[in-house]
């Protein structure tokens, strides 16, 4: 067993203009992280019941790398508390975990508080005061950015679009995976790429730039995080999303047919209202909905197609 020191506690909060139990959703709602919270590459929960979840997290670390870690949570929804625990710790923690706390303040707001309580490893060579003050940086961000999410309201499933494409590939799942996981090959293969610079210092954690063409004829400058998980899906986010989003996540996804495969590009990206000028003056949610749904799709099909032309022509011979 790691030996560790006393559990040391930092405390945050923060006064949202919306109800408590909308702030609550947020947080329950882990899956949805990615689109909310500006770390958090990826969550799934591997493990659920009546009031307790456990969630598999992977998450910036930094500007190029990314972290992995396995949340455990007790939900109490009466009370609106959600206590968690995280392992691994990394160095130099011994154990990290916690409560939030959502509370209505009765005039239409809430206050959101998040406690931390975490040890120091005995031969750590970084002061506890350092890490709070590091974790206190990390949690105001966060409690920034749940605050805009939860004072959103309705509007913020309004600002989201939320789709998936399929396509039935008749060749092996191995041949259409080596096609969208070799991003780097992109330029050579995709016409609306011009440039793509990757690098993938961990095996199956990948980094690049990219610098692409809508079908209207826009440019755009990306910077991504993938997650490749052979051979059943490859999970992105944009780091650094064009102008008119706020977030872009989504996936490439596998699943085997007696005869083939389905192939299935997904996008969740979410509108910022502040640039709709960028479509043209007088711009809507709605026509920007559109648009998104139009320009995201048309490129992720010429994905998926040149992935099926390659499969299948290789499954031929």
């Known amino acids: 067993m790691t030996e560790k020191s006393e559990p040391l506690v930092a405390e945050y909060s923060i006064v949202v203009s919306a109800p408590a139990q909308r702030a609550f959703a947020l947080i329950e709602d882990a899956v949805r992280w990615p689109q909310y919270f500006t770390p958090v590459v990826h969550t799934e929960r591997t493990q659920e019941s009546a009031d307790r979840d456990e969630l598999r997290i992977w998450g910036l670390q930094g500007e190029n790398a990314v972290r992995v870690w396995t949340a455990r949570r007790v939900f109490d929804r009466a009370g609106l508390r959600i206590s968690f625990t995280n392992e691994p710790a990394v160095a130099p923690l011994a154990a990290s975990g916690g409560v939030w706390l959502f509370t209505d303040e009765g005039d239409g707001t809430s206050r959101v508080t998040v406690r931390h309580e975490f040890a120091m490893l005995p031969d750590a060579d970084v002061p506890a005061e350092r890490v709070a003050e590091e ?28 789709f998936e494409d399929p396509l039935f590939i008749g060749g092996a799942v191995e041949d259409s995976w080596t096609i969208l996981y070799e991003a780097d090959k992109w330029p050579e293969r995709l016409a609306h790429v011009h ?49 008119l989003l706020t977030a872009h996540t989504g996936h490439w996804a596998w699943a085997e047919t007696p005869e083939g495969h389905l192939l299935s590009s997904r996008h969740t990206v979410t509108i910022n209202p502040a640039k709709l000028a960028l479509l043209g003056e007088g711009t809507t949610v709605e026509d920007a909905r559109k648009y998104l749904r139009r320009v995201l799709s048309t490129n992720s099909m010429t994905n998926l197609r040149l992935a099926k032309t390659y499969a299948e022509e290789r499954a031929s011979v």
């Open 195 to 243: 440039k793509l610079t990757m690098t993938e210092d961990v095996p199956n954690i990948q980094f690049f730039d990219m610098d692409t063409t809508t079908p209207d004829g826009r440019g755009h400058f990306t910077r991504s995080v993938r997650v490749c998980l052979p051979h059943g899906r490859i999970v992105y986010k944009q780091i650094t999303p064009p102008p």
């Open 135 to 162: 974790l206190g940086k990390h949690l105001g961000k966060q409690l920034e950015e749940l605050k805009l999410a939860a004072e959103l309201g309705d509007e913020l499933d309004h600002l989201v679009v939320d």
